[in-house]
C-alpha cells in the first residue's frame, strides 16, 4: 500500500514540475515576442482618397430617353417660379419663417415636456437635499468632538445654501410653466396640446 502511495505522490511531483516547467516556458515565449515587437515597430497603412476608387458616373434612367433642351419659355416659367419661392434664402420674410419651427401640437408639447422634467429633477434634488440636511443635523447632535461637529456644521451650511438655491429653481420652474400655458392660450393653442 505504501509503494503505492509513494508512486502516485511521485507522478504528481512530477506533473507539477512538468505543468511550472511549461509555464516558465510559455511566459519565455511571451516575452521573447514583446521584444520583437518593440524591436521591429510596424508601420500603420494610412489610407487616402488616392487609394480609394472613383465612384461611377450616375447612368440616366432607362424611361428618360427625352430631349432635355429647355426653351426659352420653359425657362422663363421656371426664373418667375423660382423668384416666388418661400424658400429663397434672399428673401428675409421667407429666411424668418424658415428659422422659426412650426408652432403644432409637438412643439408645445416638447416645450412643456422640458420645462416639466427640469421641474421635477429640481424637485427630486430638493427632497434628496432635505434629506442629506436631515442626516446632516442627526450627525451633528450624536458627535462629541468638537472638530468633527464643525466639519459637520460646515457641510450642513453648505447643503442649506444649496437646498435655497434648488427652492428658487422650483419656483422658477412652475413659473416658466406657467408662462408657457398663458403663452399657449394667447396663441390659441387648444388645452389638449399641452399634456
Keep these: 500500500m505504501r509503494a503505492h502511495h509513494f508512486t502516485v505522490v511521485t507522478a504528481a511531483a512530477f506533473l507539477v514540475t512538468a505543468m511550472t516547467a511549461q509555464v516558465q516556458s510559455l511566459a519565455d515565449v511571451a516575452r521573447k515576442e514583446e521584444e520583437r515587437r518593440k524591436a521591429k515597430p510596424e508601420k500603420a497603412k494610412v489610407y487616402t482618397n488616392k487609394d480609394l476608387y472613383a465612384a461611377p458616373a450616375p447612368s440616366t434612367p432607362a424611361g428618360d430617353t427625352k430631349d432635355t433642351k429647355e426653351t426659352k419659355d420653359t425657362k422663363d416659367a421656371k426664373d418667375a ?7 429663397d434664402p434672399k428673401d428675409p420674410k421667407a429666411a424668418a419663417d424658415a428659422k422659426e419651427p412650426a408652432k403644432d401640437k409637438a412643439y408645445w408639447s416638447g416645450r412643456l415636456k422640458k420645462l416639466q422634467d427640469q421641474l421635477d429633477q429640481n424637485q427630486t434634488l430638493v427632497d434628496a437635499m432635505q434629506t442629506r440636511i436631515n442626516a446632516l443635523s442627526t450627525d451633528f447632535v450624536n458627535r462629541d468632538d468638537p472638530a468633527q461637529r464643525s466639519v459637520i456644521e460646515r457641510d450642513r451650511q453648505r447643503a442649506l445654501s444649496e437646498l435655497t438655491r434648488l427652492k428658487q429653481a422650483v419656483v422658477d420652474g412652475k ?9 399657449a392660450r394667447r396663441a390659441g393653442v387648444p388645452p389638449g396640446w399641452l399634456r
Design 81 to 87: 417660379k423660382d423668384a416666388k419661392d418661400p424658400k
Design 175 to 183: 413659473k416658466a410653466v406657467a408662462d408657457l400655458e398663458e403663452e
